[in-house]
């Protein structure tokens, strides 16, 4: 990220009723240069003999810097604010989706086609044959984005109306990258048991659901349920997504190397719903020496065979109240350290234990586990959740083609072969002659990743049986066809 665009985040538009006459808008302008605001547009909105109305923009480096300026603002003389917006608010108002008809309601016949009386023979039609809503509705195309706000990114319990417009970036997201309508679903409710009846009725109109940002425990035992009594895919991303992007990286960053998954000794550190995801999926690419440690220590440790045969219940293998050594002792000549905890936890010290040509994802946000600057020169590979460094593990490269390729064949579920196939699409994504130290995981915006995954995944899932169609196609998803 260069210095312009981290300016930008934080452009302010500030509407000022100046009294008019000479020197005024001098003094704002002024003030500005004070303090070191960098003044862009300037729109006059009214005026009148005495006063007049204008919008100022200007960028600052920070939010605090920002309103700092404003209540500069206000103490001027024959100054009065009425408002101040940032560029991020200015964009959300209203909402940052919508619902579109495909077809213009312009004549009375195309009306009683789409609605009564002609809809009733299609309803007619689905209530004979349920699967035919996947051709008939939006269902084949839709996907339920439900959060009870617990777990709002990095901000905590934020509550429903907290999380929606982080949910509408989800479905923004699934829509611009995979074309998948979506929609956000927040639930007034924290408890399991209503949130997974709430989740079963809404169902039949969607096809597929996607929780996010629901805290652990919870989550697990939400998405096991839910699992186990619908037939549409489930798949909680802010797990899955994760560990399927950690993998493609992983694989990559090993790739660099020269180190074999089977070989290296990995630590995790954060077990919460994201770092129990990686856990299971790094056992089932194969790997064979993994450490599990949360704020109290190793607590998750034993061998291969036993952890393998409970990845899919790894909760079971946790022990909290008997930590076996600290996360420091866990580093002691570790390849691997991923990091899905809290920031500042690791020193250039704490990496210097692990062995040569090291590997560190510190996927904190926004601070990662060990300060960026200090450790790139303590590493090999290092990589990290923010989109100011190179190497962003971002799971908005994995959930779009998942649940693309999921719909592409109309998929019961979303399975482990399915996640791993995902996994090796993203990594493969990044050309062989381009890896790198900087270049183990491709772009957010490179177009090639999410028809790659939607083909993967699709073939994963006819491959393991629970597809229940066949794109047109052998090698083409819906996605290389939109």
């Known amino acids: 990220m260069t210095d312009d665009d981290s300016r930008s985040h934080y452009q302010l538009t500030v509407r000022l009723e100046l009294a008019n006459r000479p020197g005024v808008f001098a003094r704002v302008t002024a003030l500005l240069a004070e303090e070191e605001a960098n003044l862009g547009a300037v729109d006059l909105i009214s005026a ?24 500069k603002l206000r103490q001027l003389p024959d100054v009065k604010v009425i408002s101040a917006s940032d560029r991020i608010f200015l964009l959300h108002l209203g909402g940052k989706i919508r619902v579109e008809g495909k077809v213009p309601l312009r004549t009375r016949q195309v009306l009683s086609m789409v609605y009564t009386p002609g809809v009733g023979r299609v309803a007619t039609a689905i209530a004979k044959d349920p699967l035919s809503a996947y051709v ?34 989800k479905v923004m997201l699934l829509k611009e990258l995979a074309g998948i309508d979506a929609w956000p679903l927040c639930l007034r409710t924290q408890d399991p048991d209503e949130i997974v009846r709430i989740v079963e009725g809404v169902a039949p109109g969607f096809g597929a659901i996607n929780l996010e940002d629901i805290s652990a425990p ?58 129990m995801a990686c856990c299971r999926m790094l056992l089932a690419a194969g790997v064979s020496h993994l450490v599990g440690c949360d ?53 250039a010290e ?69 996640k791993l196939a995902a996994a090796e699409a993203i990594a493969h994504a990044v050309p062989e002659g381009a890896l790198s130290e900087e270049y183990i995981i491709p772009s957010l915006f490179d177009k090639t990743v999410v028809p790659r995954v939607a083909r993967a995944v699709a073939l994963a899932a006819r491959q393991t049986g629970v597809a229940r169609r066949r794109p047109p196609l052998e090698d083409e998803s819906e996605s290389d066809r939109r």
């Open 48 to 71: 009148t003999g005495s006063r007049m109305v204008r919008d100022i923009t200007f960028d600052v480096p920070s939010e605090t810097h920002g309103e700092r300026v404003v209540a």
């Open 136 to 169: 008939l509705t939006s269902k084949g195309n839709s996907v339920a984005v439900v959060t009870d706000g617990s777990a709002v990114l990095g901000l905590g319990n934020l509550g429903p109306e907290a999380a929606l417009p982080v949910m509408e970036g």
């Open 218 to 275: 919870r989550c697990f035992e939400i998405e096991r349920r839910l699992k186990q009594s619908l037939d549409i895919p489930v798949m909680h991303d802010d797990q899955h997504g994760t560990a399927v992007v950690v993998l493609a990286a992983l694989t990559n960053a090993l790739r660099v190397t020269g180190k074999r998954l089977e070989d290296v000794r990995i630590v995790v550190n954060g077990l919460g719903a994201a770092g």
């Open 295 to 347: 704020k109290q220590g190793i607590i998750l440790q034993g061998d291969i065979p036993t952890l393998h045969a409970c990845r899919a219940d790894l909760l079971s293998c946790l022990t909290p109240d008997r930590p076996r050594g600290t996360l420091r002792e866990a580093l002691k000549d570790a390849d691997v350290f991923l990091g899905l905890s809290v920031g500042n936890v690791l020193s």
């Open 350 to 418: 704490d990496l210097d234990l692990m062995a040569p040509d090291r590997i560190v994802f510190a996927m904190a946000n926004p601070d990662p586990e060990v300060p960026p600057d200090l450790a790139r020169s303590h590493c090999r590979i290092f990589a990290t959740g923010r989109s100011d460094f190179p190497n962003q593990i971002n799971n908005a490269l994995a959930f779009p083609g998942i649940f693309r390729g999921a719909l592409d064949v109309q998929a019961r579920e979303i399975n482990e072969a399915m």
